[in-house]
């Protein structure tokens, strides 16, 4: 009995020695394994234009990215939904099961950011998302600012940081305070327009007289409707938020059928002085919330970058002027990056929620801090109100209000429009 269960005993010894050298080789394997990021990301579709700046942006991070964290590179898998938030969900659930990624990031509205929060939360992935308003990101998925959640994380304005931002350009205008609401039936429009957090009692506590158009159809081409009830009701400002096609045929139409606003302050299209240009000389005065500028005085805590290096190179290497979402997706990938280097576990879910909680850094946008807010789960970051200019055939956007405590250069007040 004692030799025999000495021989089994010295059998399953032997056994484990000759597997020691590929358990240690598959260990070795998987600590020298990328830390997986996965992003969603609109690169066509309506919202294109939030992913125009990704390669770029991708690009000005190799390095820190090759440096990784915890001695492991960090890995960014990109998926384009297509600006569908069907795919978007359906690409942040494939990133979470089949890629087994330790981050999601997202950034480009609700329809955007909410499928991919969602799916965060039903996997158990840490995300973070970015160019949302924090009330869909929160309202919108049946949760309250002291609830929050367990996954996803937001850093961005809120609905009253642009309703202030809106407001800072027009009190330097003399206008019959009427404003006409126009937004779509969508996540983005219906959080814009609610009656209760939404721009319609902002306005009517400020003493703004409100009227509301209703909610029109996502890619609606006609506005008819809408202009009509606005021109009968002697609107003097037009507050929206739209992609750029739904702008085009408004805008088109309002000039077709003699409606001429003093102000039309657009949220989203209006990102991009592509948009302007498409429009012509119609287009110089109209405005919109300001969510990254040039002239932002913070530097990213991963690149050092500051925000007129970054729209100088963006220019120099694509040919194209600076745009908004070059800034926002900047700092996605600046706070990702730090996040996983200050995880004490970047491939431990929990490790890097903990992480993200105690984020304090600093990107393009400003400080980024998750333990300064008050909105569980969301950080908050400076939204200032801006108007296009065109000036010798190209259009500039102009800081004309600054509502916030951040150092962001006012450069001149709002101009009517012509």
Known sequence: ????????????????????????????????????????????????FFG???????????????????????????KDSQSNPSRASELASQLALKDEVQLLITAGGPDTVIPVADQAEINGVPMIGAACPWQPFVFGRNSTPDKGFDWSYLFAFGLEDAIAAYMGLWATIQTNRKVGLLFANDADGNAWGDAKFGFPPALTKAGYTVVDTGRYTPLAEDFTAQITKMKSEGVDIVAATMIPPEFFAFWNQAKQQGFHPKVATIGKSLLLPTTLDAIGPAGSGLSTEVAWHPSYPSKSVTTGDSSQLVADEWQKATGKQWTQPVGLKHALVDIAVDVLKQASDPTNPSSVVEAIKSTKADTLLGTVDWSASPIKNVAKVPIVGGQWRQNGGKFDLVVCANPTTAAIPVADKLQPLA
Do not use: C
């Open 1 to 48: 009995m004692e030799t025999k269960f000495g021989r089994r005993k010295f059998l399953a010894a032997s056994a484990l020695a000759l597997a020691a050298p590929a358990l240690l080789s598959r260990r070795a394997f998987a600590a020298d394994a990328p830390i997986k990021v996965g992003f969603v990301t609109s690169q066509t579709g309506p919202l294109a």
């Open 52 to 78: 125009e700046p990704d390669s770029f942006i991708l690009g000005r991070f190799q390095a820190a990215m090759k440096a990784g964290a915890s001695g492991r590179p960090i890995e960014i898998i990109v």
